[in-house]
């Protein structure tokens, strides 16, 4: 079944069309799932023939071969460095059907290279409306085990972020941004199932303060008919939080009086409220009671007492983040992870979308691009597995062809096969390949942290004092939250030994050698907190050894790990802190335009 045969319009207020809508979909999901591999055969086919003129495919003789074999025997499996310089030749103008014979229309920004810049993924409309018709199936499927969620609205936080330009003038931003300013969702027809309380100015607002206080003041205003509250990430969702403790006074006098804190400014947002904000002082003393104490347990229900499910992405590393949702939420609310997807791609959705997180698994949609799985430690791509023939209980990282271009192409997520919902795969996220801390959309691997302690290390280099050993964690306890690495040192004279104000400077040296996407979240996005260094009394990284040889680690071939969540560890090396410093300032990040070099 194409795009445009599953397209589907109906009567805004037709209730019997919009089950028939559904019941479609799921038909759709069913068909697609049954014949998982004849569907990809059909996709890998398509997207041959479709950029059969391009250079990339030009390049491997593929002379027009459609199948298969041809395929595999001829075309290379590639990292994002592989593509580089073809992409950046896009970037920077070159026109030529590099990749796709369809126009690239723009950029999707991804995780860092090992240079710290965002990658650019090409990508062309046709995608747009790939990636609608997965958007189209998570209601039906939802509405299977949660009722009637057509009679209220979701309560969503929903954020762009800051976009360039290369020097082409094509425009690159991250997907959802990308999404959220698409004309199909701000021309989205009327959907019963997809109301929210959010204004689209308010989603729209590049100023993340405004967007939010608006989203916040817009859930506030309408909390009973709140029926799910979420966000993309689970740190999304408890930023939003710790948003109204440090705002509810504000949102409270302004639902009291009627009237808008001066601090929102965007005249857009301003014309919205003033259709929906009036004097309320009985909602406004319920946000008073609600919030003032020191008790937040709950506070989701209590404010939003008809919420039947948080819809938040809570596999991979936003698991740190379900204790303290379930203690906002009272530990009562589901956590629905709905789908899975990414720059490059989207992928497929979970069938069973109220589970335990433990247990979410997403059934790869064979329909969205063709997929080949890598066995977990290989890096032969004669070991490469297709869609219908991963094993159940195996590990493999994901390698996808994509219409945009994209062929053979790592992806970098570690899957492990749960078992199969008809003939297509489903799959439990485990991680991100190579993946050392991630607070937000941030992913930084082993090598980048090294550079970053290299680069502050050189700091301490005066006081003859270096860097002995080292690890790390990602605190969530605090919102947002941020890295701290813990520091042994090594000085060879006391009397003279690094100050505050030079801890604290190696704190943002660290941060200004982290990737673009880290210090967009200080700067920009206020998604991550200031780095912290924690410093550590002489001999605390042999206690670590000496811990772990007790637990049965070998003596030789223990090493340090660089980063560390198992709480005894954790609680070794607090007790071993002699001093904490955080970073004085923000890195430098800006959204500038500008020219890609090879």
């Keep these: 079944m194409a795009i445009d045969d599953y397209k589907f319009s109906s009567s805004p207020h037709d209730l019997e069309a919009w089950d028939e809508k559904s019941a479609k979909a799921l038909k759709f999901i069913e068909d697609m799932t049954q014949n998982a591999d004849s569907v990809q055969e059909r996709v890998l086919s398509e997207i041959l023939s479709q950029n059969a003129e391009t250079e990339y495919l030009k390049r491997f003789q593929l002379n027009g071969a459609t199948d298969r074999d041809s395929f595999k025997s001829k075309v290379p499996v590639v990292t994002y460095e592989d593509l580089q310089h073809d992409i950046h030749r896009i970037a920077n103008g070159d026109k030529s059907p590099i990749f796709s014979t369809h126009p690239i229309s723009e950029f999707l920004t991804s995780s860092g290279t090992s240079a710290g810049e965002r990658k650019l993924m090409p990508t062309i409309h046709e995608e747009m409306d790939r990636r609608q018709l997965l958007y189209s199936l998570l209601m039906p499927v939802m509405n299977l085990y949660v009722p009637d969620l057509n ?20 425009v690159a931003r991250p997907v959802l941004t990308s999404y959220y300013k698409s004309e199909a969702f701000k021309n989205r027809p009327y959907d019963p199932y997809n109301v929210y309380t959010s204004p689209d100015d308010a989603i729209l607002c590049i100023d993340s303060f405004q967007s939010m206080y608006i989203q916040m003041l817009c859930g506030l205003i309408m909390r009973h008919q709140v029926l799910r509250v979420g966000a993309v990430f689970a740190s999304g969702l408890l930023r939003a939080i710790r948003f109204l403790q440090l705002n509810w006074h504000h949102l409270a006098h302004d639902i009291s009086t009627g009237t808008l804190n001066p ?5 857009s947002l301003k014309e919205c409220m003033s259709k929906i904000l009036k004097p309320d002082t009985e909602l406004a003393d319920f946000v008073t009671n609600e919030c003032c104490g020191e008790n937040w347990e ?11 499910y948080l819809d938040v992405i809570v596999t991979g590393a936003m698991a740190q983040y379900i204790p303290t949702l379930d203690y906002y939420s009272g530990g009562l609310l589901p956590l629905a992870c709905t789908m899975y997807a990414s720059s490059e791609c989207y992928f497929g959705l979970n069938l069973n979308p109220i589970c335990k997180p433990s247990e979410v698994s997403y059934t790869i949609m064979p329909n969205m691009g063709y997929f080949e799985f890598l066995p977990l430690g290989s890096n032969d791509s004669c070991d490469l597995v297709e869609l219908a023939n991963v094993e159940v209980g195996k590990y493999y990282e994901l390698v996808i062809t994509t219409y945009a271009g994209l062929c053979r192409y790592r992806v970098g997520d570690i899957l492990q096969v749960t078992g199969f919902h008809n003939k297509a795969p489903q799959f439990r996220f485990v991680r991100r390949k190579n993946v050392l801390l991630s607070i937000d959309s941030d992913k930084t691997d082993e090598a980048e942290l090294q550079n970053a302690i290299e680069n502050a290390s050189n700091l301490l280099k005066e006081f003859n004092t270096t860097v002995v050993e080292y690890t790390s964690f990602a605190d969530t306890k605090s919102i947002p939250g941020h890295y701290v690495i813990y520091w042994e040192l090594l000085m060879k004279d006391n009397s003279n030994a690094p100050t505050n104000e030079v801890l604290k400077k190696c704190c943002l040296t660290m941060e200004e050698s982290l990737n673009s996407v880290y210090r967009q979240g200080r700067v920009s996005d206020n998604s991550i907190g200031p780095l912290e260094i924690r410093v550590v009394k002489n001999g605390t990284f042999e206690e670590l050894m000496d811990y772990a040889i007790s637990r049965g680690a070998s003596i030789n071939q223990y090493k340090v790990p660089r980063c560390v969540s198992f709480t005894p560890i954790m609680e070794l090396l607090d007790s071993r802190v002699v001093s904490v410093h955080f970073s004085p300032a923000a890195p430098h990040w800006t959204s500038e335009r500008r020219r890609f070099e090879g």
């Design 298 to 308: 709950g506070i989701i229900t209590r404010i939003w007492p008809n919420t039947k």
């Design 151 to 170: 009679k209220g609205k979701g309560l969503y936080f929903y954020f762009i972020k800051a976009e360039t330009k290369t020097a082409s003038g094509l």
């Design 263 to 267: 601090k929102i400014t965007d005249p």
